[in-house]
């Protein structure tokens, strides 16, 4: 069954052109997102630092001017004209400023936006502890900074001890320029992504064009010469892979050529080898069934010692007749000359023409129903009923029973022709079927594989059997060119073959028709 996923939309999913295109797209989208990503997170770093860092010691500088003008023992007002002072250098960024000496006294320079209360636990923890004083720390308190969002909004805040029993201050630097510049890096990085995610598309496009039309040249050229061109080469231009591909390819076609003409040479030599031979064997063969029969007739009266051989030489013309008859017929079968002259005949009348023909009918049980029309070549299908209710009654034995049925092509599980859904109700795409049964022990399983080959018999020891080993070959070639079929099969009792025939043959292939017209 072919799954849905093998054709339509989802085949083209899955062609070269398209899968070039998103490797090409996926390469240069995971490279500009990587490049963006890192030119994002040092472009962040570096303006955040800047940003602080300037911040950072506006904000020393400013508190060491101030603060020394900071009275002993300061009151609350002082506390807030030197966060006031503090902030007013031009940096905007506020001040809060504690002291322990006034637990009840917070002085900020915008009280209605900062408080002691926006300061991080941890940052305040970590101002208020002095650290060791060694060599490299002659200092026990330092500045400390912390990124915090307050209500949504980024700040820097740094903190720091003025001395150790002095006050504590704090700034609050708001990010938000910063934070604007770096949304505006944000999308100019993914602009030029995905910028650079067309451009690769575009890239691939051309590249892919570039690469596969050579590979659909190709595609042609193999398609044309699996279809019997066998003339059909490439144009080779260039030294690169595809070239060499195409010299290949040449190269192959016409091996492939020389091949193909030697072997149809040899072939049709045999095949006019073999109808040469059968038909100079005719003229002869005419005149010795002549006089065979006129031997047969005058064999009675013939001395008893003679009776004999002229039976044998007899029996044996005829045979040797026959095989050039079907020599002849294969040699048609395979030079392509076979015709069907078709006409329309009622099955079971030309089953029982067959078994009246060659006085059968008391070995022979019939089940045709009467209607079944189908246009046939009678000649031929008359040879095919022959062969296979000959071969039950020789090799099976009787009673033969032959069973003919209709059935459509729906009932058989089989997609209708697309010329039967344009034929009429003659047509309408149904077969019949015939089946041949006998009462012999049935086809060894050895056997059934071969019962169609020519001059296959199943007794290797019997060279000199009656048959030429080519009736079922020949039955199932009439079988072919109705557009029907032959199977052999072992039934209950003894072995059926089985003839299938559409109701209608097939039209003759185009060129078969074109060579028709023009003679």
């Known amino acids: 069954m072919t799954s849905r996923f093998s054709s339509g939309p989802w085949r083209r999913l ?8 998103a490797v090409f797209a996926a390469v240069a989208l995971t490279t500009a997102v990587s ?7 040092l472009n962040r770093d570096a303006v955040l630092k800047r940003a602080q860092d300037t911040a950072l010691n506006d904000f020393r500088v400013s508190l060491s001017r101030n603060v020394s003008e900071l009275p002993l023992n300061a009151t609350c007002d002082d506390l807030i004209k030197l966060a006031t002072s503090v902030a007013s250098s031009g940096l905007n960024y506020e001040v809060v400023i504690s002291d322990p000496a006034r637990p009840d006294c917070v002085a900020s320079s915008n009280p209605m936006g900062f408080t002691l ?3 991080p636990a941890k940052l305040q923890d970590t101002v208020a502890k002095p650290r060791e004083v060694t060599e490299s720390n002659p200092y026990p308190y330092h500045l400390y900074w912390q990124r915090q969002n ?10 720091t001890k003025v001395v150790p029993t002095g006050p504590t201050a704090y700034m609050f630097k708001s990010l938000e320029n910063e934070r604007a510049d770096l949304n505006t890096l944000g999308w100019s990085l993914a602009i030029a992504t995905l910028l650079a995610l067309i451009g690769s598309a575009l890239l691939a496009q051309a590249a892919s064009a570039t690469v596969l039309r050579p590979v659909k040249r190709l595609g042609d050229a193999a398609r044309r010469l699996g279809q019997g061109h066998l003339d059909t080469r490439l144009e080779v231009d260039g030294s690169d892979e595809l070239a060499d591909l195409a010299r290949t390819f040449n190269r192959t076609a016409e091996s492939l050529h020389e091949q193909v003409e030697e072997l149809s040479a040899r072939e049709a030599q045999s095949r006019r080898f073999v109808a040469d031979m059968s038909h100079e064997l005719r003229t002869p063969l005419t005149a010795m069934t002549a006089v065979t029969d006129i031997l047969e007739d005058e064999a009675e009266s013939l001395d008893p010692m003679i009776e004999p051989a002229v039976r044998l030489v007899v029996s044996e013309t005829r045979r040797l007749s026959d095989l050039v008859e079907n020599l002849m017929e294969v040699t048609r079968f395979d030079a392509g000359t076979a015709k069907l002259v078709a006409d329309e005949v009622d099955i079971a009348d030309l089953i029982m023409s067959c078994i009246d ?3 059968w009918y008391d070995a022979v049980e019939v089940d045709a ?8 070549d009678p000649r031929r299908l008359d040879v095919v009923f022959a062969n296979l209710i000959g071969n039950a009654l020789k090799h099976g034995g009787s009673p033969v029973r032959v069973k003919v049925r209709e059935e459509s092509r729906e009932e058989r599980g089989e997609e209708p022709r697309e010329e039967s859904r344009e034929e009429s109700r003659v047509e309408g795409g149904g077969v019949v079927v015939v089946e041949v049964s006998d009462s012999g022990p049935g086809i060894p399983e050895d056997v059934l594989p071969h019962v169609f080959d020519r001059f296959y018999k199943a007794d290797k020891g019997r060279a000199r ?9 020949i039955a199932m070639a009439n079988a072919q060119i109705h557009g029907g079929t032959i199977t052999a099969a072992n039934g209950e009792v003894g072995a059926v073959f089985t003839l299938t025939l559409p109701l209608t043959p097939p039209p003759p292939p185009a ?3 074109t060579e028709e017209n023009a003679q």
């Open 14 to 21: 899955r062609s070269l052109r398209v899968r070039l295109i």
């Open 35 to 41: 490049a963006s990503g890192i030119a994002y997170w």
């Open 117 to 119: 209360a926006n300061v």
């Open 150 to 159: 307050l209500e949504g909004r980024p700040f820097v805040i740094g903190g």
């Open 357 to 359: 023909g060659r006085a």
């Open 369 to 376: 129903p009467r209607g079944i029309l189908a246009v046939v």
């Open 465 to 473: 059997s009656e048959g030429s080993g080519l009736g079922l070959s």
């Open 511 to 513: 060129d078969a028709a």
